[in-house]
T-cell receptor, first 123, second 110 residues
Framework: QVQLQESGPGLVKPSQTLSLTCTVS??????????WGWIRQPPGKGLEWIGS???????YINPSLKSRVSISIDTSNNEFSLRLSSVTAADTAVYYC???????????????WGQGTTAIVSS | QSMLTQPPSSSGTPGQRVTISCSGG????????VSWYQQLPGAAPKLLIY???QRSSGVPDRFSGSKSGTSASLAISGLQPEDEADYYC???????????FGGGTKLTVL
């Protein structure tokens, strides 16, 4: 079955750019029936949707983060990535990648999740 | 401040039935389907309910979802100790053009 795995540096300095990658195994990211998303969770807080991407490269981004977020997809390596610029301590969180349910676009529920990776913003 | 409002906490004793509410508005729950997630301590969220009332594969039928107007509910019957977790509702918001999550409800099994 499909599995997702996040990777990236655990520590980022304030004002720098956080870059994370989600590697998809057990299935192709190129399938036309799926969108792929990023979600984060600050320590002790709730979930926040960051954005989602389709294999074609089309994206939906949370308006509150739009000026700082870029999501891209690499179908040849079966992975998609998140870049968050100008980070502050408020961006410290567990970052999850996930798959939207089949044929629901970015609107649908997220049925497969990675285990999450912690990103800490600190000098 | 989340666009979807959930009670921060709920509790019940083993065997009891509990309900968790999720209140939204005309641009989200009112016109889109609702999903529910369970997050056990230290784990990634797990999709429990999709399309308002459909259980994900492997989810016990003790879990059920419903939607009416701009609100949704998750009911858990026959409460078990392993149900102690955080529960989140989520849906699409047409004004935001994005997914929104509720603030989460911490369920304690007494």
């Amino acid at each position: 079955q499909v599995q997702l795995q996040e990777s990236g540096p655990g520590l980022v300095k304030p004002s720098q750019t956080l870059s994370l990658t989600c590697t998809v195994s057990g299935g192709s990211i190129r399938l036309t029936n799926y969108h792929w998303g990023w979600i984060r969770q600050p320590p002790g807080k709730g979930l926040e949707w960051i954005g989602s991407i389709y294999y074609s490269g089309s994206t939906y981004i949370n308006p509150s983060l739009k000026s700082r977020v870029s999501i891209s997809i690499d179908t040849s390596n079966n992975e998609f990535s998140l870049r968050l610029s100008s980070v502050t301590a408020a961006d410290t969180a567990v970052y999850y990648c996930a798959r939207h349910r089949s044929w629901t676009g970015a609107r649908g529920g997220l049925d497969v999740w990675g285990q999450g990776t912690t990103a800490i913003v600190s000098s | 401040q989340s666009m979807l409002t959930q009670p921060p906490s709920s509790s019940g004793t083993p065997g009891q039935r509990v309900t968790i509410s999720c209140s939204g508005g005309s641009s989200n729950i009112g016109i889109n389907t609702v999903s529910w997630y369970q997050q056990l301590p230290g784990a990634a969220p797990k999709l429990l309910i999709y399309r308002n009332d459909q259980r994900s594969s492997g989810v016990p039928d003790r879990f059920s979802g419903s939607k009416s107007g701009t609100s949704a509910s998750l009911a858990i019957s026959g409460l078990q100790p392993e149900d102690e977790a955080d529960y989140y509702c989520a849906t699409w918001d047409d004004s935001l053009n994005g997914q929104v999550f509720g603030g989460g409800t911490k369920l304690t099994v007494l």
